[in-house]
């Protein structure tokens, strides 16, 4: 994009919400002379259990960190398969061929973008073909809407698969009336700059038992026994550590968690914001050939990360007409995701045939996504209203 371009922006496709009381507790982070992962990660940790009903959260600096801890703590390897939704951002699957794992991807359900205990068992059965056990189930809550957790969980029990929950989209989530974060075994978030709680980069995983979460907390941090905050404080020596595993440098720093703590204590009222915006679009929109992906189920409380539509009866030609209309008007779009299967990375891999994800391929062909964050002001709503408005009545 050239200045010129981005100085035409009139919205963005997304921008992060960070108020003066951000600004404050970073600053203070800064000036405590503590900056790497310490007392206000702990601090963190602590409310971000509390927040999801989980007993144990272990903070990382990514969600793609925290998804790779999962899977090796769950025992993931060589001749294992993870059962990932094609459509799902790269790092859901790359972890698994990190882990010496492969992944084997299941199609989804065209009108909520969410793979299904259908889709899933559907992987799992090409990846017994493929001779592979399939060990994990990954399911994606895509745009901040709850997978129908209750039938993955009865498919994943078929092959004594572990679930390993991407949900980084997903706070705040709640699938039949709790919220996403307590009720797998592994659940893992992301506060990347553009997610519904942002730290920069950085991530949380939440778990139930508390010698896994110990075990997450060594991995994160080089498999040094004791973060150095637990050091500084203890009887021993504050040179001496133990390397008790083949551990990772994934150790959130004080200074993103510093931004966590405040913006989880706004995390309702971010919520709300996005809610109030989708419902909006729903309503101004109601008229075009545009539709919202579908809503699973209504009770369940969705997290508007994304606000994804589908242009009906359009064509990848005439969606990426649109996007060009709305950024002639300065306005952000993007597209979520280009299915995995047709990834260089993945693509000759096997079981990446296109007949394999027919939904996919389809939800792919004319899915958008619209400008949706909680720091959109009133006229920023009115002008993406109108601009898409005025786009779709173009094409
Ligand atoms: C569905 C999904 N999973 C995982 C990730 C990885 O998150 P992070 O950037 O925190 O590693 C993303 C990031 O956009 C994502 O959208």
Redesign the pocket.
């Known amino acids: 994009m050239t200045s010129s371009q981005k100085d035409d922006i009139r919205v963005p496709f997304a921008l992060p919400d960070i108020q003066d009381g951000e600004v404050e507790e970073v600053v203070a982070a800064l000036r405590s002379g503590w900056i790497t992962t310490g007392p206000r990660t702990h601090e963190f940790e602590r409310r971000f259990a509390r927040f999801v009903g989980s007993p144990h959260a272990v903070a990382v600096n ?6 790779h801890l999962c899977l090796e703590v769950a025992g993931v390897g060589p001749g294992d398969a993870v059962i990932v939704p094609t459509v ?2 790269a ?2 699957a790359l972890v698994a061929l990190h882990c010496g794992a492969e992944p084997v991807l299941a199609d989804i359900d065209e009108e909520t973008g969410l793979a299904t205990a259908e889709t899933m068992q559907a992987a799992a059965a090409r990846a017994r073909e493929m001779g592979l056990r399939p060990a994990v189930f990954m399911p ?1 809550h ?1 745009a901040g809407q709850a997978c129908d957790m209750d039938a993955i969980r009865r498919a994943a029990a078929q092959y004594q698969a572990r679930i390993v929950e ?1 949900a ?2 997903a706070l705040p989530t709640t699938y039949q009336g709790r919220l996403v974060g307590s009720i797998s075994e592994y659940t ?1 978030f ?3 700059a ?2 519904t709680i942002a730290t920069g ?3 949380m995983i939440t778990v139930r038992d508390e010698t896994t979460a110990r075990r997450l907390k060594t991995l994160r941090l080089h498999g040094i026994s004791t973060d150095v905050w637990d050091r500084y404080r203890s009887d021993r020596p504050k040179w001496y550590y133990e390397v008790v595993a083949a551990g990772y440098k994934y150790n959130m720093p004080d200074l993103a968690a510093a931004l966590g703590l405040r913006q989880l204590a706004r995390c309702e009222e971010m919520a709300r914001r996005r809610k109030e915006i989708a419902e909006i679009y729903a309503e101004e929109w109601r008229d075009l050939p545009i539709q919202p992906l579908g809503i699973r189920r209504p009770e369940d409380r969705h997290a508007w990360h994304l606000y994804i539509v589908r242009l009906v009866g359009a064509g990848p030609a005439e969606r990426q007409a649109f996007i060009e209309q709305l950024a002639e008007q300065g306005v952000g779009a993007s597209v ?2 280009i299915p995995l299967h047709r990834m260089p990375v993945f693509r000759d891999r096997p079981g990446m045939s296109r007949e394999f994800f027919p939904g996919a391929e389809a939800y792919h062909a004319n899915c958008v996504s619209l400008p949706l964050f909680s720091a959109m002001s009133e006229r920023d709503v009115e002008y993406v209203v109108r601009a898409v408005r005025r786009a779709v009545t173009s094409l």
């Open positions: 990514s969600a793609t960190a925290g998804l799902t951002f790092s859901s994606v895509l991407d980084a989209h893992v992301s506060f990347y553009t997610k980069e950085g991530g979520h995701f």
